[in-house]
């Protein structure tokens, strides 16, 4: 195939639509050819992978945004410059974290069109939703995009998304707010009525996301998000996930390790020298990693601590919110 072509597809996640290859000079037979040679796979109605490898099995550090993106463009491609993504497709173009790993590709159509694309591809009809452009494709507003998709993600991936969107600056707290409203009455949102009210701009990733709502559900919410630590002189010393206050100088901080970024030997080191600087500082500090989060461990690590502080949620004054170490 040509090189211009091939850079085409790797732009789009490996992807190509039909008239993308007759506009570079390839012609349907070749196409077919290529299908038949094992050197092309079709994976919808006028859209064929470069890559041959399923997408489960590709590595890499963004093979999860890969494949969203992936899902989202599929239904782009087949049904062209008409089509916009929406739900959780729209989510991944804008950038949103939090989607879950595999999620249903779907675009919408303002008129008529096929409906057929191929298997488990969603072709929508929504006459009343704001687009706009992301990196070249069109996609639902973030507002509608949440509308769409919330009350079809569980509650921890709904907070997540929500978490993300307003951390990224895509909508804010009234936004979000009226975007809820608008949900309402769609089938499953009455399960994550909630988690739009704990929506937070703080909240810096998804597990971040997920195990501050486990907290919350069992009644011991965080404090504090991302609570900045400093020395006696005012120098940055960390900033830790999530905190609770324990009264007078002392607190308890939970971080939580992601597989990829601690795993380099750098990384390791600061980790180490940071956590050093924290424990010295009077903090008692709890490490879980992304399993112990998506299995529901932190508030089982953290309330009996809690408990034994004689903690109380509410607490903290707006100006305890950063730790300063006391001088030597």
Not at 151 to 178: K, M, N, W
Not at 286 to 300: C, H, I, Q, S
Request: proline share 6%; hydrophobic share 45%.
């Amino acid at each position: 195939m040509p090189p211009d072509l091939l850079a085409l597809a790797a732009r789009q996640e490996g992807l190509l639509a039909f008239a993308q290859f007759t506009e570079h000079g390839v012609d349907g037979a070749r196409v077919a050819r290529l299908v038949a040679q094992s050197r092309l796979l079709k994976v919808a109605r006028g859209v064929y992978d470069t890559v041959l490898v399923p997408p489960r099995e590709r590595g890499g550090p963004d093979a999860f945004d890969h494949r969203r993106r992936r899902s989202a463009l599929t239904p782009l491609l087949a049904l062209g410059p008409k089509a916009f993504a929406v739900g959780m497709c729209a989510l991944a173009l804008h950038g949103v974290e939090g989607l879950p790993a595999e999620i249903p590709p779907e675009a919408a159509v303002s008129d008529a069109g096929p409906r057929r694309l191929g298997p488990g591809i969603v072709v929508r009809r929504y006459r009343d939703c704001s687009t706009v452009v992301v990196g070249g494709w069109r996609a639902a507003c973030v507002a509608d995009a949440l509308v769409q998709s919330v009350s079809d993600l569980g509650r921890r991936r709904a907070l997540a998304v929500l978490d993300s969107a307003l951390h990224r600056g895509l909508i804010d707290a009234a936004g979000v707010a009226a975007a809820h409203e608008r949900a309402r009455g769609r089938r499953g949102v009455e399960r994550t009525h909630d988690v739009w009210a704990l929506a937070d701009s703080r909240a810096e990733s998804t597990l971040e996301s997920a195990g501050r709502l486990s907290c919350i559900d069992v009644g011991v919410p965080p404090d504090v998000l991302q609570l900045e630590v400093v020395d006696a002189a005012g120098r940055f010393v960390a900033r830790c996930d999530l905190a609770w206050w324990l009264g007078a100088d002392r607190w308890l901080v939970a971080e939580i390790d992601g597989a990829d970024p601690h795993s380099r030997p750098e990384a390791l080191l600061h980790d180490r020298t940071r956590q050093n600087a924290l424990v010295t500082g009077g903090i008692q500090l709890v490490r879980v990693t992304a399993a112990d989060v998506w299995r529901g461990a932190l508030p089982r690590l953290v309330e009996p601590i809690l408990r034994r502080a004689v903690w109380e949620p509410g607490r903290l004054a707006p100006d305890q919110a950063v730790l300063r170490f006391p001088s030597d």
